[in-house]
């Protein structure tokens, strides 16, 4: 059942760039268990789309893990879906990933090509990919590349 809602979710927006379009995710995180954005309304979030074996990205994650620390007590969200081609890989950082961090600083992590995965965000091109959502789930902003010092400013105005 979820697969098909999965489906239908995936082709129900036909542009998911439109800053303030409201954007939704369901799937399963690392530790398997079912993942819906909707649960998200009234934090700020930050949507991270990244592969294992990116170095801009990995170098994004660490800080915006800081920045999570930092401010979840605010309402803020970060939710990291990976984009990579192979389960092997995601699976992989994932267990690097909680074998490294401890539990308190972890946040959700998706694997986007997953059978049960459905969202509005999109295609991803570039590596990293962010996504900035207001408590509404509207998309705030979308930044291909680095994420900008101009970026965290605009993220510490909507907490």
């Known amino acids: 059942m979820q697969?098909?809602?999965a489906a239908a979710l995936a082709a129900s927006t036909p542009s998911a760039f439109a800053v303030g379009l409201k954007q939704s995710m369901i799937g399963m995180d690392s530790?398997?268990?079912?993942?819906?954005?909707?649960?998200?309304?009234?934090?700020?979030?930050?949507?991270?789309?990244?592969?294992?074996?990116?170095?801009l990205c990995t170098h994004d994650?660490?800080?915006?893990?800081?920045?999570?620390?930092d401010n979840r007590a605010k309402h803020f969200a970060l939710i990291g879906v990976n984009i990579d081609a192979k389960?092997?890989?995601?699976?992989?950082?994932?267990?690097?990933v909680t074998l490294t961090t401890p539990a308190d600083q972890r946040f959700p992590l998706i694997w986007r090509n997953?059978?049960?995965?459905?969202?509005?965000?999109?295609?991803?091109?570039?590596?990293?990919?962010?996504?900035?959502?207001?408590?509404?789930?509207?998309?705030?902003f979308k930044r291909e590349g680095t994420?900008?010092?101009?970026?965290?400013?605009q993220v510490w105005s909507k907490l």
Do not use: I
């Open 3 to 5: 697969s098909v809602a």
């Open 31 to 55: 530790d398997g268990r079912p993942f819906d954005l909707a649960n998200y309304a009234g934090r700020v979030s930050l949507v991270s789309f990244f592969t294992a074996g990116c170095n």
């Open 61 to 69: 994650l660490k800080l915006m893990r800081e920045f999570y620390v």
């Open 87 to 96: 389960k092997e890989d995601y699976v992989e950082y994932a267990k690097l």
């Open 114 to 140: 997953a059978p049960n995965h459905g969202d509005t965000f999109g295609p991803v091109s570039k590596q990293p990919t962010h996504f900035v959502l207001n408590k509404d789930l509207e998309l705030v």
């Open 147 to 153: 994420f900008q010092p101009s970026d965290w400013d």
